[in-house]
């Protein structure tokens, strides 16, 4: 899997004035990767990711994952390819409070319609994915009987349920001490492994975990030398 950003520019037009934060943005991206892309308050980190996860439309320029150009989808056809290809993992978590942790990873299975809450191979699927995350004995926990660290895990977990090609996170320590933060990218690294994974962070403990790494300023990416 390939995501590939062309020539990518980005406008917000406010009280009449326009404020440029991406502009003739280029990079590629590839499965088997964790990219991280610093960049000061304000630079465009988050704008960057929306754009990637067509939550926001570019106004200048081509992102493509393999041959699909997501700039060409109509609505109904983003909304799939999201849920297929995409994983998003917030800072702030954003599990729902009023689901146990089974419910809140098995989401996304439901409410595409593919499993009830009920379905054994659902219940299986979860079940792998908690032990993936170490929170095999988490399901019936809600979110505020966990901690952070624990809640993005399980954030992680529902960001996976899909099998998505890509995982985007948006600071993902960003509410964790840096123990347990050191955990939660661990395990990014590890699915980085097979899939490509894309994180955006002021954080610069994430750099050791970087297989490239980038400065989003003045609207583009600048590429460093990994220190691994
Ligand atoms: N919907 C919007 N309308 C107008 N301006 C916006 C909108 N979204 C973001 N901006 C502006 O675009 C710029 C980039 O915002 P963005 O959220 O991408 O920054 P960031 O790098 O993620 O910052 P932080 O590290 O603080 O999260 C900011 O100056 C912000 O005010
Ligand atoms: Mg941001």
Redesign the pocket.
């Known amino acids: 899997m390939k995501i590939k950003v062309e020539n990518v520019s980005k406008n917000?037009i406010?009280d009449k004035e326009q404020?440029e934060?991406l502009k003739d943005l280029s990079i590629t991206f590839e499965s088997g990767k964790l990219y991280v892309i610093v960049?000061?308050?304000?630079?465009?980190?988050?704008?960057?990711l929306k754009c990637l996860a067509a939550l926001n439309k570019v106004d200048v320029g081509n992102i493509s994952f393999d041959d699909v150009e997501i700039n060409k989808l109509n609505d109904k056809e983003i909304s799939k390819f999201r849920n297929e290809k995409i994983g998003i993992v917030f800072q702030e978590y954003n599990l729902l409070e009023f689901l146990n942790t089974y419910e809140n990873v098995a989401l996304p299975l439901v409410i595409n319609g593919k499993y009830n809450l009920e379905d054994d191979e659902l219940k299986k699927k979860v079940d792998d994915l908690l032990e993936f995350v170490d929170l095999g004995d988490r399901s019936k926990h809600y979110p505020k009987e966990l901690s952070g660290g624990e809640q993005q895990r399980i954030a992680i977990a529902r960001a996976l349920i899909n099998d998505p090609d890509v995982i985007l996170a948006?600071?993902p320590t960003g509410s964790i001490d840096k123990e347990n933060s050191n955990n939660i990218l661990k395990l990014l690294k590890k699915i980085s492994k097979e899939k490509c994974v894309i994180i955006?962070t002021?954080d610069d403990n994430v750099l050791k975990y970087a297989d490239e790494f980038y400065n989003?300023k003045s609207g583009s990416l600048e590429k460093y030398e990994s220190k691994n």
Do not use: C, M, R
């Open positions: 917000f406010k404020l934060v960049g000061k308050s304000g630079a465009g980190k988050s704008t960057f948006d600071e955006v002021h989003l």
